[in-house]
């Protein structure tokens, strides 16, 4: 179940579908890095989008949300980090609409064809002229340096760029998605936390794209967490040509086709969304829980995120102290709902180079501290919790918790 | 509000109410600490109970509560720190009856007579025999010192004990109540998380002793948290000498006994409470959260954990950054329901020293990064948030996220 479906690429070996640019620059945010972001559709494109569950919601979230639920095509998607431009009154709401329109200015489109988004510090205005100044220039392509440039102006306390591409084959005809994202704190996705933005050229109706964006961040992007605060600005959106064009000659190639993009938007997702758990402010290793057995998936999903979520299980693992013990207690809180006669943990790397045992259906088992030091000492290690209940199963994502999520958290701002 | 009704009296001021006796000992967990506390009572007590409402519960707790439920009065409580006994399957089972049993005999009851509690490591065996030789040798007595080895006894990573005493006249007569708490992590009370001890002399029927101490955790225990995670064994046990012994000569004096029960009740829960906020690991500011104009009881109340709970949150104020955003993200992922347009945020000390509007009806205030400063490098800092929906207030207490939280719970088994 860890394996991809499909072949990705990453970095300098990217490769982007047709029909798109992208450009990077400096927008008037940040001092010295870039910090604005812009995805061009050359054709008019459709949209899927999940958003934030946080009630408090950004500019940018509010806006997009209305005009992809009207079903506006999209031209496309200006991007700045640095700031979240969100609780920043009628100011802050003007300033996100002048951030569309002069994108759609420069691009020769209507303002409403632009979706905005915003990351950053919560209540600060945005310097909008210098913005609108600086959105003057810009330059997009459809180049490999183009796209990284895009990837490089959305990060904030990223430590590392998070994109890829695969490509796949639906009814003789290839095919290429590829995504981007941010997020490294303020992670505890709840409908899509954390921005990220996927391209692809494979034409797909609005109602296709919109449910298998749903299914697949369900299992993906919200199922990492790194502190349990959701963020205001949060959203992923997914952009691809409009309609099928009668492709299909029979209802089943449409869905062989169908199932073949589900499962590489799958993996894109997949990969983004563990990069962003790995990238966790401040982490050291990246924690995989991996709950099967559950009498329903709801149950298997609470679970595994719950233990994912808890500040105690974080610290234990940064301490590499097999204490499991926190684990159950996190099960037991979590709020679902589960036998705890029926429950084994154990602790075992990603590459299965080591395993250990420290619960077995209810009862402590006595384990090898050494051996126990070996698997945590790794960067990945996964807590199997195995429930004998039922045949639901769910993976979550996470990271350690560590001084430097303290240091880097206690002065954001300054 | 934040006054409290009743003089309250701690460390060696302490008073103790008639009709209890108290011992710490040394029980065979710790090796050069004192481990264990029994507080007997000299008649058989009426007892009021709340517990973890964690999934995983500890031997000691389901055993309890099935004691408190049929009714059972108590002569006794007997607690050891260093082992929760929880998750220890039918040995640890069997380990917390001889527990009981042990105290039983050593006190001269039956053992359905002595409730139990432990607190500690997850997953490891009482080393029961030991503990059951230590028990024979217990020394109980009525004096501050004797009070103070069991507050003693019963600590973990607490920095400072927890114990606290008032006195109240109801209906001519004097009446002591004294309390101890033990917490310091794993501190997100859902019905009274930590160990909390109670005793007093005033004379009250099981069902007001039942619905009094719930209302008081409710608005104490269950409003600290220092770090989000629940424990398997948390609970707040309250004695007093059973029945009121036809004391009252009508329902009126009766009511005015009951009010001033409750209020001294509260006085100690909330003490105690926010000792625990002040004390939790690695913290170096106590934080309280006033949330009031809420449309609801549990709105006021969630809004306020919400915000009391959060990493980000909480970093922030280590790192003394007034990233008041972080508040307002917190609010909108807590769950409760409010009007984003008309939240105002506050900042302010303790003793009212200082304070500073951070926004106003829903829209930021330009303030001082100085004055800001000033009030955050205090050691007690009140977050105000003012809504206008209604007439609903709530007060949750927490601290800071440091990197003494990650450096005690990295390496906190060994």
């Known amino acids: 179940m860890q394996e991809f479906h499909n072949e990705l690429r990453t970095g300098a070996d990217i490769q982007l579908p047709s029909g798109f640019s992208f450009a990077g620059y400096r927008g008037g945010i940040k001092k010295d890095k870039l910090d604005t972001a812009v995805i061009v559709s050359q054709e008019s494109s459709n949209c899927a989008a999940v958003f934030t569950r946080n009630k408090v919601r950004a500019h ?38 002048r951030f569309a329109a002069a994108a759609a200015q420069r691009i020769g489109c209507k ?15 945005l310097p909008i002229a210098e913005m609108e100044h600086a959105s003057g220039s810009i330059e ?25 591409s695969c490509r796949f084959i639906a009814g003789g005809s290839s ?28 034409p797909i109706s609005a109602p296709s794209l919109q449910s298998s964006l749903k299914l697949v961040v369900d299992e993906t992007f919200n199922m990492i967490s790194v502190d349990g605060d959701t ?20 209802e089943q190639e449409r869905m062989d086709f169908l199932s073949s993009f589900h499962s590489a938007l799958y993996d894109i997702c997949r990969y983004l969304a563990v990069e962003i758990a790995r990238d966790g402010e401040g982490a050291t290793k990246l924690l995989r829980c991996r709950v099967e057995g559950a009498s329903s998936l709801q149950n298997a999903r609470t679970l595994a995120k719950g233990v994912i979520g808890s500040s105690l299980v974080k610290c234990a693992f940064f301490g590499e102290d097999a204490n499991w013990g926190r684990i159950i207690a996190a099960m037991g809180y979590s709020g679902a709902d589960f036998n705890q006669k029926a429950v084994s943990i154990s602790f ?67």
Chains 1, 2 share one sequence.
């Open 111 to 125: 303002s409403e064809q632009i979706l905005t988004a915003s990351t950053g510090v919560i209540g600060v205005q």
């Open 175 to 202: 095919f290429t998605i590829t995504g981007m994202a941010k997020g490294s704190g303020m992670i505890h996705p709840n409908m899509g936390t954390m921005l990220g933005f996927i391209v692809t050229d494979a």
């Open 140 to 164: 997009t392509g459809s180049s490999g340096e183009h796209f990284l440039a895009a990837v490089d102006a959305i990060m904030t306390t990223d430590t590392r760029r998070k994109c890829v």
């Open 231 to 250: 963020s205001t600005n949060d959203m992923v959106l997914l952009l691809c040509p409009p309609g099928d064009r009668g492709r299909f000659s029979c």
């Open 60 to 97: 940018c979230v509010v806006r997009n949300e209305k005009l992809v639920d009207r079903g506006e095509t999209v031209k496309g998607i200006i991007v700045n980090s640095g700031n979240a431009n969100a609780c920043t009154g009628e100011e802050g709401e003007g300033n996100n609409e």
């Open 348 to 414: 075992r790397n990603f590459d299965e180079s080591r395993a250990i045992t420290l619960m077995k259906r209810g009862t402590p088992v006595v384990f090898s501290e050494e051996e126990a030091k070996k698997i945590l000492s790794q960067q990945e290690i996964e807590i199997f919790i195995g429930l004998e209940e039922g045949s639901a199963s769910a993976t979550a994502w996470g990271c350690d918790l560590t001084y430097d999520y303290v240091k880097i958290n206690g002065d954001y701002r300054t």
